[in-house]
C-alpha cells in the first residue's frame, strides 16, 4: 500500500465517525431535582442513597428541614423565586406536608410516609411516592396461614386517620373469604369499649397503624384481650412482637422504598403524569414471630412462616 492509498483510507475511517458521532441523539441534560428531608435520621438518609441508585442522579440541592415545618416552608419559598426544579423528592411526613401545601405546578415523589392520603388531598394532582405501610393483602394472609379458624378480624380505628385502609381492607378480606369487623373510634378512650365489643365475635386481631389506637394502653389492652382470648394478634413492628403480639409485620428497608421512589421519579422525567402513577407500599418486609406467644396461645407456627421469618423469639 503506497501512501497516498493509507492517507486516503485514514481519512475515509475519520469521516465514517464523524458521520457516525453525528447521528447520535444528543446527550440528556440532567434533571435538576431538589430533596426536602424531614430530618437528618437514618432511615431517611438510607431511602435517599436508594432513591440516588434508581435514578443514577445526584441532587441539585438536598435540605434539611430538621424537624421543623416552617423551616421546609422557608426553604419551598426561595426555591420558588430560582430556576423551576424538574422534581422535589420528599422524604418523611413533614416534608411531604410542606409540599402539599407549597407546591402546585411542580412534580412531587415523596417516601418514607404512613398513609399519604391523609396528607395529601384529592386536589393534589402533582403527587405520587413510596409509602411504608405494608400491602393488605399479605397482613390478612399471614392471619389465615396461622390458623384455619381465622374467618373474622377484628379492627379498631379512628376514621380520620385509617378510613381509607379500612376500607381497602374490608373488599381484600371478601376476596379472601374472610370478614373484617371494624369498629371505629374518635379517641384512644374509646378503644376500650370497642374492643370489648369485639369479645366472642372474632377470630383475630390487626393492629393498624394509626395513631389513635397506638396509644400504649390501647396496645396492651389488645395483648390481654389476644392472651384472654386464645386468638393471634398481629402487630406492626418488632417491638410490638417482644411485647407480645404473635407478628410484627413491618417495611423491611429505606432503600429499597428510596428506591421505589426512584423509579417513580424516572417515570415522571420520563414524561408521565404524576397523577397517572399509583402510591405504591413496601415491597421489602421485616416478619418478627413470637413463639412464646404461639405457645401460649395454643398455636403450631407453620414452617413456611418460619422460614420466611426475620426474626424469631423463642
Known sequence: MNFLTARMLRLSSGMSLLLALAC???????????????ADVEVYNEALDGFKSATGQSPVSEYDMEGDLQRGRRFLGRLKSGPKPDLIFAIGIWALQVVVEEVRDTPVVFAMVLNPPTVIGQESRNITGASMNVPIEQQIGLLKRVSPQVRRIGVVYDPSKTGFLVRQAERIAQQQGVRLVAKAIASSKDAFAALDAMQGEIDALWVLPDLTVLAQETVQYMLLLSFRNKIPLLGLSENQARMGALFGLSFGSGEDIGNQAGELANQILSGRSADQIPFTSARK??????????????????????????????
Open 285 to 314: 418486609l421485616k416478619l418478627t414471630v413470637n413463639l412464646k406467644t404461639a405457645g401460649k396461645l395454643g398455636l403450631q407456627i407453620p414452617k413456611e412462616i418460619l422460614d420466611r421469618a426475620d426474626l424469631v423469639i423463642r
Open 24 to 38: 447520535l441523539p444528543p446527550p440528556v441534560e440532567a434533571a435538576k431535582i431538589v430533596v426536602l428531608k424531614s
